[in-house]
Every structure is written in C-alpha cells, then in structure tokens.
C-alpha cells in the first residue's frame, strides 16, 4: 500500500520553529491535494493546513494561521509544513495525508492516504 513518510518533528521550545516534511512516493501524488492534520493526546484529529495539487490554493486552521506555512514542491514529490512561534499548544503528532482529488480540502475524510505521523513537542 502506497504510504506517506514524514519527517522533521522533535522538541523544541516555546516561539521556536520547525519544518515539517513529507515524501510523497513517486509521481502518484503529483497531481492530488495534500494537507497536514495533528493528534494531540486525548484529543481527536484536527485540520491544519491543506495545498491544492497546484500549490496556489492553501487553507489554514485558525489556530495556526500567520505562523505555519504550508508548500510542496511536485518535481521532488515533497510537501512541507514551516511552524513559527511554536506554541505548547502545538503539540501532537503531525500526519500528512493526501486526496483523492487535486482541490485542497480541511475534511479528513476526504484524505485516503496518510501518514504514521511525526512528533512534535513544543516545551515552556
């Protein structure tokens, strides 16, 4: 089954930044919508950001817009996530997940690849 792999997630503290990445095998997903959802313990999966398979349309959770940047470069299959001014809040294991489709969508059901997901701690 084909599978997204991210990378990047770690510890870091309060105001920090991190740059999320996900390989996308191949040129199967060149032509998808991808998007960054997070899991914090307890909690249920949340949207993040999501990228149309063209890159000019992105969407942003209200939590995280002005500080996350969402990008992906088709050529090298690669999907990446800028996290500025990091906060507590912020931590959850981060999952990349693509559509079906090439329209950038906030609804996790419309995502029918993903990833294992990579941690990110944000400490005070």
């Known amino acids: 089954q084909v599978q997204l792999m991210e990378s990047g997630g770690g510890l870091v503290q309060a105001g920090g930044s991190l740059r999320l990445s996900c390989r996308a095998p191949g040129g199967t997903f060149a032509m998808k919508a991808m998007g960054w959802f997070r899991q914090a313990p307890g909690k249920e999966r949340e949207f993040v950001a999501s990228i149309s398979w063209t890159g000019t349309t992105t969407y942003y959770a209200e939590s995280v817009q002005g500080r996350f940047i969402i990008s992906r470069d088709r050529a090298s299959s690669m999907m990446f996530l800028q996290m500025n001014s990091l906060k507590v809040e912020d931590t959850a294991v981060y999952y990349c997940?693509?559509?079906?489709?090439?329209?950038?969508?906030?609804?996790?059901?419309?995502?029918?690849?993903w990833g294992q997901g990579t941690q990110v701690t944000v400490s005070s």
């Open positions: 997940g693509a559509q079906a489709g090439g329209a950038a969508s906030r609804l996790a059901v419309e995502y029918g690849y």
